[in-house]
């Protein structure tokens, strides 16, 4: 049967906890709401079904468990239960009567179940997915991963040597060209190893998969799922078609499985071609061709320290006659071996680390409010637990009522909390669905929902117990003449409510300072100066996967170049190797090497080195700081004319003034300096670009599959730019893909999404932990006010002004309040350590975060006792004394 | 059994019982029906419905089709269920009569 949708999945799932006695209707209750949710046309139609069938889902809930525990005459139902069950289900009825006639207690507590359960769930079963879950594959427990971060083709042949591994898999990943519907696609290819895709347990769904025979001959592919339905449409003929492939023809043997997910560590998340890895390319056999992953499947019994000891005995003999496999201080160059599963998840285990910290002490939060609502009902209570102690009712009777009501409470909001983790999945997905490896599958996991359930169950049942037990142990007589007034034990639960609301001022200042933390970070590297011209600049990034020659690159990047320079309202025309920002993410693409000055190494310095068109520097309007660009004569010159940027300069010569006409030696390229330009952010706003000079791209020695055009444009042409600018393409290079046109505005809001995104979930959560430290307070002192109505009546009467009084409870407010930013300054000044290496341009003690987040605090702490305050300011004093 | 002990129906129980006298359904069939017919906004929710449904099954007003081709359940009107409809729609059309000259005339 086929796979449905996640809310109608939901659905099934609350249907479930409908009594037993419901079972036989459950399927067709989920099959109609299937048919309803299907039916429905356009998001509101949806909307309505679900807001009718969840909307009266709690009430229905709670009619049918009543029901079925006989605690409501109930026509139609057959079954009925044990006598045994009877007292509980007086407790329950009691319970439900009592929850009714306190609408505000039962909606809030409720409500903070739900909240809690829902967003401990939620970022939960994301770090379990992600984190906890294990991956995939066969045997996946013995899967090894080789790190630092590809190998060679000899290496991989030479690794069937390592005794505890029994077989190995490799992959190179590359991008090609390949028609489809007429139209050039860049996909990401996969070459792998003999036996890859059954080392994973891949299966194919049409044709076949991959046979040692298709080695030699090199000319098969295999289709992954993905590709084969957002591409050919699921076209069942597919198998035996020809492709090509950057060109060349390539025949479908096969398409592999739609449900499997291609490891991540080896190839990426996305793979579209499946090919066999080319051995007869005459670099597969170079020790320094590293372009191999490897992972391996251990020998049952053999851990990855006994892989890693195999792999290290390995390097030791290969080190011995072959130089490439030491590196430049001598040692043998390492391979780090870790289980499959940690090289998967490393780059993200810290970020949901922090996320299900985060969340966890908003739950602590919420805890600490469910807490005091129950207290205060308790207290309340008092007095009718005394009086129904006095009419006979056992002590544990008493304790089971209150039971019964925490149980009620935290089933209810069980439930409720389900639906917002269902919601709050599907955002968070939505939100950020490419920064999760094996995103893909998350669903919600029953287990996690109990433990978040039974967190917060747990903390009605203790809070709900206390008075209870407390009115059990004291004195009857006491109590009952002590009545609303408070008596000895009521004043301990009251500390209790002093720390509960001390704790989680805390615990929100934590949360605010951290968000406040990662928000200052973020408008940091947004302010950032770029040092290149942003405004008006359109990038073209292009893959020429056919490029065979240096003269076939520079070529086309000449005509490329002219092709833009035709497009209206162009003023300046780029083409480089790489544009600013592009490699934001990671990576240092692509080629660096060693300075010489005067036959003196700059050992410490690696020179990135930026093969660019004569437009780049006024495309993108850099300033030159001295000298020129290059001139169209001497662009093929030798010496190399370059252009260093400002650190490289400084570095080199002592000044950018001084490095002008100075001759220079990078790799082993003879160079002159024709000018130096000043420091950019090349590699994101975050990162520092180093040392790095600009080199005519006429001179690039090889072909290379990138190359990144830009274009400058007048103000206001923007709006067409991106269609004109692929035609332009189009009209010197047919079969070129070109996957994207993007302003450089866009590129730096990509590169800081990710910052965005960690300030916004942060900031939900620091909001969402005021609110509830502002309602605990607001509880506690509106609480304290009515513990003290006949002391303030009588002041009242003797003349005490209002204002006074209501200066005084305010005063006791921040006074909680005061105690808890001491100890939560404490505590966040630890847990900034947390966020170190999120944070960027901020100290992580910063001085501003916190008084700013101390500050929010205490101006939300006298607007929640001020609200109190008055109200206890205005009592009427003879109401107050005559309520006694 | 008494038809009319159990009037008057809920609109939502006439309107099941109305349905199902044309012939045996399923609960979205009935779902999708009900909701084309009712100009009241009688809307269901497949929780409710099999609530309803299970209350009537229980009072013998209809039973379930055994059809092992189609897994779903498929609930058919019984003789007891179309007493009812018909003293519940004798007793609206009785009521309609002694109303209708009445607003005829105010009108």
């Known amino acids: 049967m086929s796979r449905r949708p996640p809310v109608v999945r939901a659905y099934g799932w609350l249907v479930g906890m409908l009594p037993p006695d419901t079972r036989a209707y459950r399927r067709d209750m989920e099959d109609a709401f299937a048919g309803q949710w299907e039916g429905a046309d356009g998001p509101l139609r949806r909307m309505a079904v679900l807001v009718r069938a969840l909307g009266r889902f709690p ?46 207690f ?31 594959y066969p045997d996946q427990d013995r899967l090894v991963f080789l790190g630092n971060p590809s190998h060679s083709g000899p290496f991989f042949q030479r690794l069937a040597d390592v005794g505890s591994v029994e077989a190995w898999a490799g992959a190179w990943t590359t991008q090609s060209t390949v028609e489809v519907a007429g139209e050039p696609v860049l996909l990401e290819v996969a070459q792998v190893t003999d036996g890859f895709l059954e080392f994973f347990g891949a299966g194919a769904v049409r044709g076949r998969l991959l046979e040692s025979g298709d080695y030699a001959a090199g000319d098969v592919v295999l289709v992954s799922g993905t590709a084969w339905r957002t591409l050919w449409g699921s076209d069942p003929d597919i198998v035996g078609r020809t492709l090509r492939v950057d060109g060349r023809p390539a025949v479908v043997a096969g398409v592999v499985d739609p449900s499997f997910q291609p490891p991540e560590a080896l190839v990426g998340d996305e793979v579209h071609l499946w090919r066999p890895v080319d051995w007869t390319l005459e670099a597969m056999q170079e020790t320094n061709f590293s372009v191999l992953t490897i992972a391996g499947r251990a020998r049952a019994g053999a851990d990855p320290t006994a892989v890693q000891d195999g792999v290290d005995r390995l390097l030791e003999a290969l080190a011995a006659g072959d130089r490439n ?82 149980l009620v409470v935290g089933a209810v909001g069980g439930v409720a909390g389900a639906m917002v983790a269902a919601l709050g999945l599907r ?3 939505s939100m950020n669905p490419e920064a999760l490896p094996r995103g893909a599958a998350v669903t919600l996991d029953v287990r996690v929902m109990a433990f978040a359930l039974v967190v917060s169950g747990l903390t009605a049942v203790v809070f709900g117990m206390l008075p209870a037990l407390r009115s059990v142990r004291g004195e009857l007589a006491e109590q009952l003449h002590a009545g609303g007034r408070g008596s000895t034990g009521s004043r301990g639960v009251h ?25 200052r970070s973020f408008v940091s590297v947004r302010a950032q100066e770029t040092g290149f011209r942003v405004e008006d600049v359109w990038t073209v990034p292009l893959r020429p996967t056919d490029v065979e020659s240096p003269e076939q690159y520079v070529a086309l990047a000449g005509e490329i170049e002219r092709a833009f320079q035709g497009v209206p309202g162009v003023q300046n025309v780029a083409v480089a190797l790489t544009m600013p920002m592009e490699y934001a993410a990671g990576g240092r693409c692509c080629w660096g090497s060693r300075a010489t000055v005067d036959g003196v190494s700059l050992d410490q310095t690696r020179v990135n080195m930026h093969p660019v068109s004569r437009g780049f520097v006024p495309t993108l309007g850099i300033e030159v700081l001295s000298g020129r660009v290059w001139s169209e004569a001497e662009v093929l010159g030798s010496p ?20 002008t006409g100075k001759p220079l030696e990078v790799g082993d390229m003879q160079m002159v300096v024709v000018g130096v330009v000043a420091d950019t952010r090349h590699y994101g706003l975050e990162n520092q670009h180093g040392a790095a000079l600009y080199l005519p791209i006429e001179q690039v020695p090889f072909p290379i599959p990138r190359m990144h055009a830009a274009v400058h444009v007048a103000p206001g042409v923007g709006r067409g730019t991106p269609g004109a600018l692929r035609e332009a393409v189009w009209s010197v290079a047919p079969g070129l893909p070109v996957p994207v046109v993007r302003s450089m505005e866009d590129w730096i809001v990509r590169s800081t999404a990710e910052r965005r995104f960690q300030s916004g979930v942060f900031g939900a959560f620091a909001a969402l932990g005021l609110l509830l430290a502002a309602g605990g307070l607001y509880g506690t002192l509106l609480f304290m006010a009515g513990q003290r109505r006949r002391e303030l009546g009588i002041r009242l009467a003797l003349g005490a002004s209002r204002g006074r009084i209501e200066r005084k409870l305010v005063v006791s407010g921040l006074a909680l309040t005061g105690v808890g930013i001491v100890v939560g300054l404490g505590a966040a000044w630890f847990s900034s350590r947390l966020l170190e290496s999120w944070i960027w341009g901020v100290e992580r003690g910063d001085p501003v975060t916190l008084v700013v987040a101390s500050g929010v605090l205490l101006l939300t702490a006298a607007v929640a006792s001020w609200l109190p305050a008055r109200k206890a300011g205005r009592t009427d004093p003879l109401e107050a004394l005559r309520a006694e | 059994m008494d038809p009319t002990e159990h009037l008057p129906l809920a609109p939502r129980d006439l309107l099941i019982l109305a349905v199902l006298a044309e012939g045996p359904n399923h609960g979205y069939g009935l779902i999708k029906a009900v909701e084309e017919r009712s100009r009241s906004g009688v809307l269901l929710d497949p929780a409710n419905l099999y609530r309803v449904l299970r209350r009537m099954r229980a009072l013998a007003w209809i039973e379930d089709v055994a059809d092992d081709a189609d897994r779903r359940r498929t609930h058919r009107i019984t003789g007891d269920g179309r007493r009812v409809l018909a003293a519940e729609l004798e007793r609206l059309e009785r009521l309609l009569a002694d109303a209708g000259p009445a607003v005829a005339g105010g009108g």
């Open chain 1, 325 to 406: 496999f030491v590196n430049r201080e001598g040692e043998i160059r390492a391979v780090p071996v870790s289980t499959l599963a940690d090289a998967t998840v490393q780059d993200v285990r810290r970020g949901l680390g922090l996320l299900l910290a985060a969340v966890g002490v908003l739950l602590l939060v919420a805890c600490a409010n469910i807490a005091h609502l129950f207290l205060a009902r308790g207290l309340d209570r008092v007095r009718e637990m005394a009086v129904r102690r006095a009419l006979g009712a056992g002590g544990g009777t008493v304790v089971r009522h209150l039971l019964a009501e925490s």
């Open chain 1, 495 to 519: 500390g209790l409510r002093k720390v509960l609301v001390s704790a989680e001022v805390a615990l929100s200042l934590v949360l605010i300072a951290s968000a406040g933390l990662l928000v």
């Open chain 1, 427 to 429: 955002t968070f997905l």
């Open chain 1, 106 to 136: 039962a909606l809030s507590t409720t409500g903070l179940v739900a909240l809690g359960v829902g967003a401990v769930t939620t970022i939960f079963t994301l770090v379990d997915h992600v984190l906890l879950r294990p991956l995939p």
């Open chain 1, 59 to 104: 009430a229905l809930m709670v009619l049918e468990w009543s029901e079925y525990l006989g605690a409501r005459p109930a026509p139609g139902r057959n079954e009925t239960t044990g006598g045994g069950g009877m007292g509980m289900l007086t407790d329950l009825r009691f319970a439900l009567r009592s929850l009714r006639k306190a609408p505000a």
């Open chain 1, 640 to 659: 190399v004319p370059v252009m260093l940027n400002e650190p490289l300069a400084i570095e080199a010569f002592g000044s950018a003034g001084a490095a």
